[in-house]
């Protein structure tokens, strides 16, 4: 019990718990990602729970946009049309990011889709080295 009770209740609470994200609402309760680099390779787990591996689609774009969509559509048959819901919750329908993957190897990404986790390994691309030539002042 605080000594000090709350008048009025804190509405600064978790304001920054998302700061840093970029979408809100429902997709991006559905695909919540984390993304890291270690030894020159960026990896990505994304969780999309419900989802089967041929629901999932990842595409890069010629303007260096990762997209990963998941898509599945209702499952109502004839057997639903005697059932009672009291509650139904599970949603379906399509969720969408897109990441800007601008020094990657596009040609080398690869992905496997696990327990309701999708990981993405993309490789960054090697440095294009410069050739220096010393021109001479005449």
Do not use: H, W
């Amino acid at each position: 019990m605080a000594l000090f009770p709350r008048l009025m209740p804190n509405y600064l609470d978790g304001v920054f718990d998302d700061f840093f994200t970029p979408v809100r609402g429902d997709e991006m309760s559905k695909m919540r990602c984390d993304i890291y680099e270690k030894d020159g390779i960026y990896t990505m787990e994304m969780d999309i729970p419900g989802f089967n591996r041929e629901d999932v689609k990842i595409e890069v774009d010629d303007n260096d946009y990762l997209t990963i969509t998941a898509e599945k559509n209702s499952e109502t048959n004839d057997e639903d049309s005697d059932k009672n819901y009291v509650r139904k919750e599970r949603s379906y329908g399509k969720y969408q990011r897109s990441f800007y993957v601008g020094d990657i190897d596009k040609d080398n990404i690869d992905a496997k889709f696990e327990n309701g986790i999708l990981k993405i390994t993309m490789p960054k691309k090697e440095e294009e080295k410069s050739s220096k030539k010393t021109i001479e002042i005449k």
